[in-house]
């Protein structure tokens, strides 16, 4: 399976059958083992991929069309988050143990000796996104966070890179079949039949899925429909709009401009948390700046044909808008900006206005600080909202409730491009920003995603699992 | 609607729509509400129903057939379920607050200011149960979780008790009312078409659900096929095995015996966590105890007709089961037990064995100790999965790993009746204990449904929601 010579061959029926044999035995190892086990095996993926750097480099230009040093940043951004997820495994703080002693005097009735732990689902399967070929890919923040939790992962590759995908898949397998990791720790996938069949299986237990509105929701559908339904994580699409007051126009429209046009032009516009709106006053400037800014780029090279397609129609789409007005742009994959009035954004739900994966984004020129506020009622839910205001600036702070409502990040006075992957950044937020508003995709927290709580009741401490008697046994003694 | 002299009319199309709008205008007063402010409501509702607990318990009795004292009990349960919700609420905990300071030096990136705080979902719809006319119904967990963690509930009132749940919602309103909760803060419906529309509908943005498989998935699908999906958490139905080593049994059969009746018969069976099978050595002596105490109780008056009928039809289908013998019960609602043999239960997944609401169970005695672990992993999730063993019992430690695999909560030498509302007590487990398999609804943690995360990037402290604000300023300043 991961030899880059077998690129283009479906996973058949029979060695599907045996990687989910395999991952469902090595369930039970990863669930009995340390934590400071699964640390070293991902540490070791880590370095396995930047030793390999320069030939994982060479597929990822050359099949994703992104920029090398942008790619190569990427590549310290994946071997940190495997660290970051180490961590997070190696500390016992994913376990989230919890004690409580018998209470005979507990309210109500006796309160029995309680632990609480969390325990790992069992096999993830990950659907891998085409524009992080590294971050969010193989052996990006799905693959190390389920690992960290104590999940055997199954990657169906992305079809946007094949061949990079197949050589970091045999540089994780050898490199974890190094460490010791138990086998069927790691498989992957190809072929969208061999992933649907993978997600009706039984022995899946937890999907997590970076991509499209239209194949996410696709495979959700799956994924809840099953008999025994499972979770299903998928990250679908954002708008990120970013709301400009009167006051911020006014004090630093040219910069606002250009902060906008790097954002939304950076890795060719192919970023979820690209900023796909901008509501900014009008005659301030910024719309003419950022029309010239943007049109001055040259077209770009997108991930995959495909999303040229999308993307050629979706400016159209954009372009048809009522009342819109093409004001960068000369079709192709050239860098686009559209105008829409603020009468045709609200004269329906978001006016129509879906997110276009590439360099293109709206900006909607409003009159008055009424006119602000409706357009922020009338947007639906994103990963992130972004407001440029000054200190105590009025319009600013009546937006605040209204953006936190609707995303979950909000940003003052920032581009939403550029993601830590940090505890505290959260990456998710209401349908269809992500499936499920309760976890996000990147970082410690994202390790939740793949475990659930069990409580021993009167147990005794000797037949706790490892790590948790580790942790109750000062208490308990 | 809060007139029990209404009972019976189902809430009109227009009524929900009013209900539903006043829920979404409170959603914005409630996230802006201080958890001291929505501690004080949640113990006003209590305080509210102890005073009227006499009036209360003779509905409850009069509509659920289940007996005074444990009625009596269970309202205690309720006023502390409220009061334990009220403390999270007040404490800040569910907030669950991370602030990270910005980092030049961070990793691969410089890090902006990051607070992470939850937030609530919005408008709560709320399916009560039938077996717990307090505790998991117009005022029970999932009503207090939401409120504590800052949502609206609409609750849809169960048809097993229609007096008690309209008297419960006017003083749960009333309450309310008197302690200053914004108005839309609570509501009461009733009907299925008015439950179906209200969960269909876009202000509804989660649902927690306490009842039947085949009711709980027909709203669970219907939660999840929505345009916008929505969080849907329902405990739908358990098994509750009991293993018992030989050496247990060797110890106490006869103490054995008792206990399981006991928890088999506790409020006429009627319980999500009774337990449904118990694996026990054969000719131990356990099976015919059982047998003969159970056959000398009284039929059960159980709480509806339509739960009466699928009591019929559940012992039916036990005793139908391939090698099924009923050594109690003689149809009707008597307290039932049917003896299977290991074989029939390992010829299929679980051997066919389905949840029988009310006093009936199942014991399946097994030869020897491959067939006690083949019992094991034949069975299907339950909420709880118990041992009965001794020290150094390694019978008991083989079923260690494959019982806390199918359960949310493990229990060594008890039984799974009996429930305490505290942290560390997980009430939940894979599908179809619970839809979710992430949260439990019973506690402190059944507040996290309600919540998601929203990350503040970069942002004013002072534009900060104010309870966040209080809990980043020390470090802020």
């Known amino acids: 399976m991961n030899n880059p010579s077998l690129v283009s061959a479906d996973t058949t029926a029979d060695e599907l059958e045996a990687i989910l044999s395999t991952a469902q035995e090595a369930a039970r190892a990863l669930r009995d083992s340390a934590g400071g086990e699964r640390a070293s095996w991902l540490r070791a993926v880590g370095a396995a991929i930047d030793e390999e750097r320069a030939e994982l480099l060479d597929l990822a230009v050359a099949e994703s069309h992104l920029d090398r040093t942008a790619l190569d940043g990427e590549v310290k951004r994946t071997v940190f988050q495997l660290e970051h997820l180490a961590q997070a495994a190696e500390s016992g703080e994913l376990l989230r143990v919890l004690a409580e002693p018998a209470d ?45 939790a104590g999940c055997p992962v199954v990657v169906k590759a992305n079809p946007g890179h094949p061949a990079l995908s197949a050589l970091t898949a045999e540089i994780v397998a050898t490199a974890l079949a190094k460490a010791g990791a138990p086998k069927g720790t790691f ?20 999907c997590g899925f970076t991509g499209s509105l239209a194949g996410g929701r696709a495979l959700f559908d799956i994924a809840v429909g099953r008999p025994d339904p499972i979770p299903f994580y998928g990250e679908l699409g954002s708008l990120n709009p970013v709301f400009v007051t009167p006051a911020a ?49 040259e077209p770009v ?39 829409i009035p603020p009468a045709s954004v609200l004269a329906t739900v978001g006016g129509g206005i879906e997110e276009c994966f590439g360099p293109a984004a709206v900006v909607i020129e409003y009159r008055d600080t009424a006119e602000i506020g409706a357009i922020a009622r009338s947007l639906g839910p994103s990963l992130t909202a972004t407001i440029h205001g000054e200190s105590a ?55 939740q995603r793949w475990l659930r709580p069990v409580t021993y009741q009167n147990w005794p401490v000797e037949l706790l699992p490892r790590e948790v008697r580790a942790r109750v046994l000062p208490a308990a003694e």
Chains 1, 2 share one sequence.
């Open 393 to 447: 600036d009025a319009v600013a702070a009546s937006l605040v409730d209204q953006l936190s409502s609707l995303a979950g990040r909000v940003i003052w006075n920032g581009w939403p491009t550029g993601v830590s992957v940090t505890r505290a950044l959260h990456h998710g937020g209401p349908f269809p920003a992500t499936t499920s508003p309760t976890y996000g995709s990147i970082g410690v927290g994202s390790a």
């Open 301 to 339: 090279t997108l991930l995959t044909d495909r999303i040229t397609g999308a993307y050629t129609e979706g400016t159209k789409s954009l372009s048809g808008l009522p009342g819109a007005r093409v004001v960068a742009g000369s079709g192709g994959t050239s860098p686009t900006l559209v105008s």
């Open 187 to 206: 498989a992957h996938i190809q072929g969208v039949e061999p992933g649907v069949a993978a997600l009706r299986d039984t022995r899946i237990k937890a």
């Open 104 to 148: 005979a005097d507990y309210p109500v009735a006796a309160r029995p000796d309680l632990v609480q732990a969390m325990m790992p689902l069992g096999p993830v399967l990950v659907f891998t996104a085409s524009n992080f070929p590294f971050a969010f890919s193989v052996a990006g923040n799905d693959f190390a966070s389920a690992v960290a």
């Open 249 to 297: 126009a006014a004090a630093r429209a040219e910069e606002i401009a250009a902060g906008f046009v790097a954002s939304v032009s950076f890795r060719g516009g192919q970023l979820c948390t690209k900023p796909g709106v901008l509501i900014a006053p009008e005659n301030s400037g910024i719309l003419d700046a950022a029309a010239t800014a943007l049109a001055g780029l």
